[in-house]
């Protein structure tokens, strides 16, 4: 992952080994030669992602200096690449942060145990009453129908059947390392809480859209507490789409690695254009345009 732009963008090489200076072992490594089992690890998944979405975007910006964004957007993970490409938070901080979130969330986890699972074919309403029956929670609202919903293993294994029973497409338990976006991470909300204290967070230089109210936002210190809230609140990102449309923005790229957002906004909102930028051989179909980076 990202072992491309670390070999064929200085810009990208600098972000890896300043990362790797940062969180003092080698994520580098991890992103290109894994193994597997730690590269999924909650520990080192969030610190990789966030680190080869930054690449990415330094390689895209070394290719095309003027290019910045209009409005940024980013599902979980994702809004800590947003804030930085934003120029709200600097890479170093957003690196320290995650770090920190991502060893509370798996700490929380082991504490708590719980999973996660996506239901295909239902409404959100519909959901909503599945997980209050089943005991769990709505973790993420992705499209009109598709929804994640959070827990105990116990309660997501009872929200499976009961979705199926309900005429679900499909209902999906899906590998994750806990209960995100659920009250399961409360703990790992108060330790990113506290970090957030000592970081400095600017106003973003265009229009941001955070999970938890997907209504843009851009006072410093609402950012911080949204940042926090995020852990244990429910992913936005259908009405996320709607603000974003409502800006009369058609155009995105989505920076870093894999493809979802792609196919997630383009359920949401039909007429918009996505563009992957995750792979250096992207550059191949991307051409210079005023675009909105949504990541």
Same mark, same amino acid.
């Given at each position: 992952m990202g072992k491309d732009f670390f070999a064929q963008s200085p810009a990208a090489h600098q972000i890896y080994k300043r990362a790797d200076e940062i969180l003092g072992y080698s994520i580098s490594q991890i992103c290109f030669s894994g193994p597997d089992a730690e590269l999924t690890r909650t520990l080192y =998944?969030?610190?990789? *992602?966030?680190?080869?979405?930054?690449?990415?975007? =330094?390689?895209? !910006? @070394? #290719? &095309?200096?003027?290019? !910045?964004?209009?409005?940024?957007? +980013?599902?979980?993970? +994702? @809004? &800590?690449?947003?804030?930085?490409? /934003? @120029?709200? *938070?600097? &890479?170093?901080?957003?690196?320290?942060?995650?770090? *920190? !979130?991502a060893e509370a969330m798996e700490s929380a986890a082991h504490k708590s145990p719980g999973t996660m699972a996506s239901v295909m074919g239902l409404d959100l309403d519909h959901c909503r009453a599945i997980a209050q029956e089943a005991g769990c929670e709505v973790a993420n609202l992705n499209t009109p129908d598709q929804t994640v919903l959070s827990g105990t293993v116990a309660s997501i294994e009872k929200a499976c059947r *009961?979705? $199926?029973?309900? +005429?679900? #497409?499909? =209902?999906?338990?899906? #590998?994750?390392? +806990? /209960? &995100?976006?659920?009250?399961?991470?409360? $703990?790992?909300?108060? !330790?990113? @809480?506290?970090a957030l204290k000592d970081t400095v967070i600017r106003e973003p230089k265009c229009t941001f859209i955070p999970n938890v109210t997907a209504q843009k936002v851009s006072a410093p210190e609402e950012i911080r507490a949204l940042l926090a809230r995020q852990l244990t609140s429910s992913v936005q990102w259908v009405q996320t789409m709607v603000s974003a449309q409502q800006t009369g923005i058609t155009t995105y790229l989505e920076i870093g690695p894999g493809k979802i957002l792609k196919g997630l906004a383009r359920k949401c909102q039909p007429s918009f254009e996505v563009i992957s930028f995750g792979a250096v051989a992207d550059f191949n179909g991307l051409a210079q345009r005023n675009c909105s980076v949504t990541i």
């Open positions: =998944a969030q610190t990789s *992602i966030l680190v080869t979405s930054l690449a990415a975007l =330094a390689a895209l !910006r @070394e #290719k &095309f200096p003027s290019l !910045r964004p209009s409005l940024v957007a +980013g599902l979980s993970l +994702g @809004e &800590f690449t947003a804030l930085v490409s /934003a @120029e709200a *938070i600097s &890479f170093e901080d957003a690196l320290k942060l995650v770090q *920190i !979130r *009961i979705a $199926e029973a309900n +005429g679900a #497409k499909r =209902a999906l338990p899906l #590998k994750v390392g +806990g /209960a &995100f976006h659920s009250s399961l991470m409360g $703990e790992a909300k108060a !330790r990113l @809480e506290s």
